[in-house]
């Protein structure tokens, strides 16, 4: 099986949401499913890199992580 990597180089526009004191699961679930319904999975327009302070989302497209901050941010 061929396995096809993105690299952080081909997603230039981050937006990090930090974890915050009173956050749910739910929350979480909601931001994630929210992105893959806009966006489509992780891989194409978008991927994650989760932290125990933050979640970064790292978009190819500019456009797409200003859409992204002006909901979740």
Not at 25 to 40: H, I, N, P
Request: aromatic share 22%; with cysteine; glycine share 4%.
């Amino acid at each position: 099986m061929l396995f096809h990597f993105k690299y952080d180089k081909d997603f230039m526009y981050t937006i990090r949401i930090p974890w915050r004191k009173g956050d749910t699961v739910q929350r979480w679930d909601k931001t994630c499913a929210w992105a893959m319904e806009t966006f489509g999975f992780p891989g194409e327009k978008f991927i994650t890199n989760p932290t125990e302070d933050y979640m970064d989302f790292k978009f190819k497209n500019k456009e797409d992580a200003i859409h992204f901050s002006l909901v979740w941010e």
